[in-house]
Structure formats: structure tokens, C-alpha cells
């Protein structure tokens, strides 16, 4: 029995961004249609640390995995990585495993290419300016990604560290048609002549003030997956004319940003911005604008908000994508394990 053991060179190489985002509107499309089988991750705590466990299976192509993500806080003390993550390719026919693939490299693809996706579909056809909040890998597979879909002229970036922000600065300085990068100090000054805003942190608390934000402005925000962060204030979703979601159910367990502001207005006995926008927590998945059933980006004016908390279609449809390439181009190692 072979298996294909691709390392985090390989997928990259498997999955260049343009191609991940076509597979994101591919897993979206899926989801939002009721076509794909996506049991909510599963959470095994042990004495250190807690794995999580997200199987998915995508009929219309075959495509079937399981990502698992282990979280240990202890281990950079033993130079190990907080975070690591593998992912295993099934044959749905047979059951068996056809390859076994570095996880976070792919995650950080194709959350990348989710963002790029929604920015694609919620931004401004002429947005130009990205304000950057984080200088670390989803940072930087957040503006690949919107830079495959916009030509961009400036970033405004701003990093807990000054060094990280440099360091990203002069990374971006080498990429090819790269656009000028302005480190800048204050949250407004990130966000207040930006077209895209881009949220890719660790946060717990909201980054900038949302009165900030001028009409016509995207923000995605993908750094907080838990009930009690969030990356952007009340203000944000308050302001925000479209609400858009990865997957809503995900969403109502595991989205601070707006499980947070929602419970804040409904105490403040509002309107909440989520009833004016259709459907608790989210006027659409993006799911289903790619599949014509909501709407995107109206107006030039409108400001556009997209949160996204990672779901395993995204996992099982960029992996399939990665083995197909590995396939096609000999990557990585096979090993036989009979």
C-alpha cells in the first residue's frame, strides 16, 4: 500500500495561491450547498495540551481528509513548536490513506486563499491600499492572496514588534510586483485611508476603533477562532452593511467577533446588526454568494466584513489539490506501507 508523504516545501510548491483560492470557491461552494460532510471538530484534551480533529468528505469530487491540529503549550520549552499539524488524504473508495502531508503549511494556504476569496468577491474592484494588522504566517498568506486578486500599491502594516514588522517589511520589499509597504505605529493609521483591511493576529481584544473606517472599505478577519477574542470592536459590526461568514454554524460556537458584538447589542436592547443583515450572525456565507443564492459588495460605499474560523472542507479540498500536483509532478517521498 504507497503513500505519498509530502513535506511543507512540497505543498507549497502543490498549491500556488491563485490555485488555492479556485479550490476555496470550490470547499465554499460545497458547504453552502449541504453537498459536503463536515462534522464539527472534535476537541481531545490531555494532560499538556488538546488535539483537534477535522474530518471532511466532498462526494461531487472524491475529495476526503482529516486534519489534526495539535495545540501544546509547553513544548517551545523543549524546542518543539506550539503548533503543529498534519493532514491525511483517504481514498473514499477503498478507505485507505494516499498521503500524509504537512498540515500547517497548508492551513496557512488555504486560510490565505479564503481571505483572498472574500476579498475577490467583497472588495472594491479598484481597492489598491491594504491596512496589515500582524507580520506572521497568516499575515503573510493573507496579503499573497489579496494580492492575487487586486493590484495593491501600498500596505500599512503594523506588528506587535516593531523587528517582526521590518523583518515582513523587507520580505514583502522582494516579492515580485510588490507593493510599497509603510510601517505605521497607531491602529488608525492602518485603517484610515485603507481600502482592504486585513486582521491576522493573536488578539484578544478589538485592534482599532471602527469609526475609522471610511465607506467602501473590505475587512477580513481571520486571527481569533474562540467565543471570548475578537480582532475588531462593535463598532466594526455595527457599521458593517454586509456580514459575511465562512460557515454560519462554525461561526455561533467559535466567532468572538461576532458572538461578542451581538450579545453587546442585544443588551443595549438595539436592533442587532446581524438581524438587519437576514441571518444571525452573518447575512451570507460566502458559500453561497460564489453559488448566486446571496448577494456581495453592492455599492462602492457599502463597508464589507468577512470572519472566517477555518472549516475542514477548506483542509480536504486544498489537500486533494495538493496530491493531485504531487501526482502530476513526482513530489515528495512514496513509502510502502505492506
Not at 470547499?27 to 462534522?39: D, E, G, I, R, T
Amino acid at each position: 500500500m504507497p503513500i505519498r508523504i509530502l513535506s511543507a516545501s512540497d505543498v507549497r510548491a502543490a498549491l500556488p495561491m491563485p490555485k488555492a483560492i479556485d479550490a476555496m470557491r470550490h470547499a465554499y461552494s460545497q458547504l453552502s450547498a449541504s453537498k459536503a460532510v463536515a462534522p464539527p471538530r472534535q476537541h481531545i484534551s490531555t494532560d499538556k495540551g488538546i488535539t483537534l480533529i477535522m474530518p471532511a468528505y466532498l462526494p461531487e469530487r472524491s475529495e476526503f481528509g482529516i486534519k489534526v491540529v495539535s495545540v501544546y503549550d509547553g513544548n517551545p520549552n523543549i524546542d518543539l513548536p506550539r503548533i503543529t499539524a498534519t493532514v491525511l488524504v483517504l481514498d473514499p473508495a477503498t478507505g485507505l490513506p494516499k498521503a500524509f502531508m504537512d498540515g500547517a503549511s497548508l492551513t496557512a494556504i488555504r486560510t490565505g486563499a479564503g481571505g483572498g476569496l472574500a476579498a475577490d468577491l467583497l472588495a472594491r474592484k479598484d481597492a489598491k491600499t491594504v491596512g496589515l494588522f500582524g507580520a506572521g504566517v497568516q499575515a503573510r498568506a493573507q496579503l499573497q492572496a489579496v494580492m492575487a486578486v487586486r493590484e495593491l500599491t501600498r500596505v500599512n502594516l503594523i506588528s506587535r514588534t516593531h523587528a517582526s514588522a521590518e523583518q515582513f517589511a523587507t520580505e514583502i520589499s522582494e516579492w515580485t510586483d510588490a507593493p510599497e509597504v509603510n510601517l505605521v505605529s497607531t491602529p488608525q493609521a492602518v485603517v484610515e485611508d485603507a481600502d482592504i483591511v486585513l486582521c491576522a493576529t493573536t488578539s484578544a481584544t478589538p485592534l482599532f476603533d471602527g469609526n475609522a473606517l471610511q465607506p467602501g472599505t473590505h475587512i477580513t478577519a481571520v486571527g481569533t477562532f474562540v467565543p471570548e477574542k475578537r480582532e475588531v470592536d462593535t463598532t466594526t459590526i455595527r457599521r458593517a452593511h454586509r456580514i459575511v461568514v465562512d460557515s454560519r454554524e462554525a461561526c455561533l460556537e467559535e466567532a468572538g467577533d461576532l458572538i461578542i458584538p451581538n450579545a453587546e447589542i442585544r443588551t443595549e436592547n438595539e436592533t442587532p446588526n446581524i438581524v438587519k443583515n437576514e441571518l444571525v450572525l452573518g447575512s451570507a456565507e460566502i458559500g453561497e454568494i460564489v453559488n448566486g443564492d446571496k448577494q456581495g459588495r453592492q455599492s462602492d460605499d457599502e463597508i464589507t466584513f468577512f470572519k472566517s474560523v477555518g472549516v475542514a472542507v477548506q483542509d480536504a479540498v486544498a489537500a486533494a489539490a495538493v496530491l493531485a500536483e504531487a501526482e502530476a509532478k513526482g513530489l515528495g517521498t512514496v513509502v510502502e506501507m505492506t
